[in-house]
């Protein structure tokens, strides 16, 4: 059994990396931050962990992460890269915010549709897409990220019906956690009022509910209320208690 994972040099992705490997899976890991992955490699056992470095704002490097990992019989695909561009939208740097949106939108479908193809084929596999509970809501101060996770979340719920439909052994899902501490707040440039949960408990409730078969997981408590209440909210009404929490965040 072989998982690849993107985003696996910290946080989520890492921690995942280490919850599969408990479970007997072989791991290719994949990042940007080569030297992160190698000691990960080295923790785990470099037998049973091949690395892939890539820059997933690059397509041509998605597709090629595919090709390569594809040499390895992937049965699980997590996909989790992804980073946070925080500020008013008028202010922050577009080619920072397109790069997030080539990580955060691009890269999951392309990797989510390759991959299922080849599921499909097999009528087997897993395909877990790491969004966001931002996934549920508009969010002012970091409009691009909440649009992006939306994406993920929506797109993931449409796969998945078309697989019931289809009676496909496949599965799809979404982890979509509240804040939870990691480099992502840094790389963001944010700090949360909310103890965050950490990545290790993240991670286990994730690999746990993916092989559960849960569609759309939500590890805490207060983030399943939250998400639960939003929809009942006028949108413009959620827009402005999104908006008074995010510019808590940071300096605006």
């Known amino acids: 059994m072989t998982a690849l994972i993107t985003g696996a040099s910290s946080g989520i992705g890492r921690d995942i990396a ?3 490997a408990k479970r007997g899976y072989r791991l290719i890991v994949s990042g940007r931050n080569r030297q992160a992955l190698e000691e990960l490699k080295n923790e785990i056992g470099v037998k049973r962990v091949k690395i892939i470095t890539a820059d997933l704002s690059d397509k041509n ?9 594809s040499e390895y019989d992937v049965d699980v695909l997590i996909n989790n890269a992804g980073f946070g561009v925080y500020g008013k939208f008028a202010d922050t740097d577009l080619e920072k915010e397109v790069e997030m949106i080539n990580v955060n939108i ?10 299922l193809r080849d599921f499909r084929r097999k009528n087997r596999g ?22 992006g996770k939306n994406y ?7 796969i998945n019906e078309e697989l019931r439909r289809e009676k496909s052994g496949v599965y799809i899902g979404a982890l979509c956690p509240g804040p939870v501490d990691t480099n992502f707040n840094k790389t963001a440039g944010v700090s949360f009022g909310l103890n ?9 409730y ?24 939003g929809p009942l909210l006028p949108p413009l ?10 510019s808590r965040k940071g300096d605006l």
């Open 206 to 229: 994730a690999v746990e509910q993916m092989f559960r078969r849960k569609v759309l997981i939500v590890p805490s408590a207060a983030m399943k209320i939250s998400t639960a209440a």
């Open 18 to 20: 280490r919850e599969l």
């Open 61 to 69: 490097e998605c597709y090629r992460l595919y090709k390569e990992a």
């Open 126 to 147: 897993y395909i877990l897409n790491v969004a966001s509970a931002a996934g549920f809501m508009p969010g002012p101060y970091m409009a691009a990220y909440y649009a």
């Open 196 to 204: 965050g949960l950490t990545s290790g408990y993240t991670a286990e």
């Open 106 to 115: 691009t890269a999951v479908h392309i990797l989510a549709k390759l991959f």
């Open 152 to 158: 993920v979340v929506r797109l993931t719920e449409a």
């Open 237 to 246: 009404v959620l827009a402005r208690i999104t908006g008074a929490v995010q």
